[in-house]
């Protein structure tokens, strides 16, 4: 039941049009937020995880609480691909075309070429009791928002998620 309650909730979450509610947002204190929702996790699984924010504050007008949803379903994501321990980094950048990059490194068992081409297509999973909505929903998320991700990964040597947002000065 939980399971099917699941599936129903992000079939729902992914099918819905996206309605955002933009405000100003620092983008390095919603990375930090984040975060600590899944740092008891983290230490569980003997997963460091390494926070390297500018001083800066970074700014974009986006509905945090969507954009915090994208970061915990790639967070998640990683998490279940370092079993064994591991590390995962976030970094943030201002790029030279005023946008902010948000990369999210791993350092799991990475996505085997076949599948990196796929990982954002609705129902596609390589996990048992996953839906294949999740990244199918950061992937949405994101392009409402006005960004792109991009995604590199080596197996068994890790994943790198690109996030790149408009950024807002005001």
């Known amino acids: 039941v939980d399971r099917l309650n699941r599936v129903i909730g ?19 204190a919603l990375l930090e937020s984040s975060i600590r929702l899944i740092e008891k996790e983290a230490s569980s699984k003997n997963i460091d995880i390494d926070l390297s924010l500018p001083e800066d504050h970074l700014r974009a007008m986006i509905d945090s609480d969507r954009f915090s949803q994208c970061l915990l379903n790639i967070y ?10 591991g590390r995962l980094t976030i970094k943030t950048t201002m790029t030279t075309d005023r946008l902010i990059s948000i990369q999210i490194l791993d350092t799991g068992t990475g996505i085997g070429p076949d599948d990196l081409n796929r990982i954002f297509d609705p129902y596609y999973t390589t ?5 294949g909505l999740g990244l199918a929903i950061v992937h949405k998320i994101v392009e409402s928002h006005n960004g792109q991700i991009k995604v590199r990964s080596v197996p068994n040597e890790g994943t790198i998620f690109t996030i790149s ?4 000065t005001t």
């Open 127 to 131: 996990k048992p009791n996953g839906t």
């Open 10 to 28: 992000e079939l729902l979450e992914f099918a819905r049009p996206t309605e955002l509610k933009p405000t100003l947002t620092d983008i390095n």
């Open 76 to 85: 998640v994501n990683a998490l279940q691909a370092m079993e064994n321990g």
């Open 165 to 168: 947002i408009p950024a807002r």
